[in-house]
């Protein structure tokens, strides 16, 4: 998975029909994002430096590294704050080497009714927790409730938000505001989930969502063992929360149900992972994993060069230098090859574009819209792709990335859509954008930026002064900080830069104490609503931006405007998947006129490994378990 990125987290026919019978799915291929593919095999490129083919068996510790610290075990909380969850945790489905569609995990079937509503679960029958409990279906209702009902849950939305819902009941009054409908007003145990029978789970959805297995493929839905921790009414719970879940009280007593096992972790260091023998798939090839956490990008890189460290995942982007890759194989979208180092050392290669978007996220309960706005007229997307990415990026106007994004003609294909909406207002449904990008599209526009900060009585003698918060260790958000601090400057705003980990970033973005920070967001299905839910203002007060939030810098029209589009063209009970698109068009135009979210860029994923590493590229949704690793002797 790309570094840094939280995951909020193709099946394009819409409603009941899009979902694929579980005994048909493949992960072995996957469509392209420009509409082209190739039949040619990946390689993972392994043979030692003299040419010989390394040979690879069971045992060995694989070392990782993680970004930040690893802030929690527990998979409703652990979006962006955790290392490794996918080694440890399973939910029903999964992502086999992270390619879609995704597969049977801990479901070995499924089947779904006639209106799409509810899918019925036939669980494994060999599946069991790491202290050796049988994975049930009770098990399955008890992490369920726990994700939509638990005060630990930062992933309500995930399961009954404004796309994938269960159903289930609301009381306006259980949480302020009293009168608004929040995620915090769910009613315990009104979740429409059922153990029909100990290998039997079923789920109700409000309506269909055609992304449903994929999103259930996520690890926020891993299992744990019912009554783990009493966080929820209906479960006293075995273990208090830190006992179970953190190193506190001779914990952790920590179990899940993936191929991995918790042998130790603390927060700031490190986290050991050990083969879990009684894994439904087989004992993992490998012994162990380890997971030390390394915040700067640079040490990342040393500690690879110098072989501590195994495989790295992305490469600080200073150091980065494109004509070093030597691609040899490609398959669908992936690619894999070799890098060479400046000084000759040589490593496997693997990129793959991601479905994922980096932005700058505006409080607006702190940052008025003037500023926002100059901040898109001073950034200039082209410059940042070209020489901070270095052209490992394409460059971002949209939050939906190029592959995913709507399409409204046959025969256009999405990444054409996307160019040609944000080059010239193609299919544009607001006046304001039918011209595209209103803050210049491929360039930085300082006189528009003094402009619009001058109308809003701002200047020489009334600066306005503004933290932006960048993530500990990685060069490129600092360089795209950078250039924009000194543009900002002559646009009367004096820009002061901090770092923080990512973790510690998606803690205080919940809490709402920063003004602007960079995010790098990835998706868990790959359709436009997996990002656009947050920006049309329905909670505001749970979202990162706060847009229509009570005394935030927002324009209430234009907010009820995106309510209406969202409201009328995307979950209307007759929506269509022309209407749909529509809606996601304009809550993104929308987003340009309220500057909410400042895209930048579209990433290309890397990993570099060596030699005596037998490991496969991942697809394109990222996640990737390492149970059939293998290491080869040094």
Known sequence: MVQNETRRGFLTAAGAGAVTALAGCSG???????????????????????????????????????TGSIQTL??????????????????????????????????????MSDDGLTYTFQLRDDAVFHNGDSVTAEDFVYSYRRLAGSENSRNKDDIIGQTMTIDHEKEASRAEPEDETTLADYVPGSL????????????????????????????????????????????????????????????????????????????????????????????????????????????????FRNENADILEGMPTASFNPSNVSIESTEGNRSVGTYEFDDGMTVNYGEIPSLSTEYLVFNTLEVPIAVRKAFAYAMNQEDIVNNVYKGNAFAGYHITPPAPYPTFEDGVSSTETYNRHAESGYQSNLEAASDGYPYGYG???????????????????????????????????????????????????????EEAEFGTIISRAISGDMEVFGLGDGMEYPGPQNFLRFLHGLNPSNQFTRWGAEGSYHDDA??????????????????TE?????????????????????????????????????VEMYGVMENQAFDGVQLADQ
């Open 28 to 66: 072995d291929s996957e469509p392209s994002t420009d509409g082209e593919s190739s039949n040619t095999e990946t390689s993972s490129g392994n043979s030692s430096g003299d040419g010989e083919e390394a040979e690879f068996g069971s045992g060995g510790t694989l070392q990782m590294m993680a």
């Open 74 to 111: 527990d998979p409703i909380s652990a979006k962006g704050s955790g290392a490794g969850y996918n080694q440890y945790n399973k939910p029903l489905m999964h992502f086999p080497n992270g390619m879609y569609p995704p597969e049977g995990a801990l479901a070995e079937d499924y089947s």
């Open 192 to 303: 429409a989930v059922e153990a029909v029978d100990e290998t039997t789970f079923e789920f109700t959805l409000r309506s269909p969502f055609q992304y449903t297995l994929f999103q259930i493929a996520g690890g926020t839905f891993a299992v744990l063992p019912e009554n783990a921790v009493g966080d929820i009414e209906g479960y006293d719970g075995e273990y208090e929360y830190n006992e179970f879940f953190s190193t506190a009280n001779g914990g952790p007593t920590f179990a899940g149900a993936g191929p991995f096992q918790v042998d130790s972790w603390t927060k700031g260091n490190q986290i050991q992972l050990t083969a879990f023998d009684d894994f439904y798939g087989g004992s993992p090839d490998l012994d162990a994993i380890t997971y030390t956490v390394v915040g700067s990008g640079n040490t990342r890189l040393s500690r």
């Open 443 to 497: 360039e930085t526009d300082l006189e528009s930026a003094r402009r619009v900060m001058e109308e809003a009585d701002y200047g020489e003698n009334n600066r306005f002064s503004i933290t932006g918060t960048t993530i500990s260790g990685n060069s490129a958000y600092q360089s795209v900080f950078s250039r924009l601090q000194s543009k900002l400057n002559s646009a009367y705003i004096d820009m002061e830069i």
């Open 558 to 575: 234009l907010r009820q405007q995106a309510r209406e589009a969202w409201d009328s063209n995307y979950a209307a009970d007759d929506a």
């Open 578 to 614: 022309e209407s749909r698109n529509e809606a996601f068009q304009t809550v993104e135009e929308i987003n340009w006129l309220s500057m909410q979210e400042l895209p930048f860029a579209h990433v290309t994923s890397q990993r570099f490994w060596h030699d005596h590493v037998d």
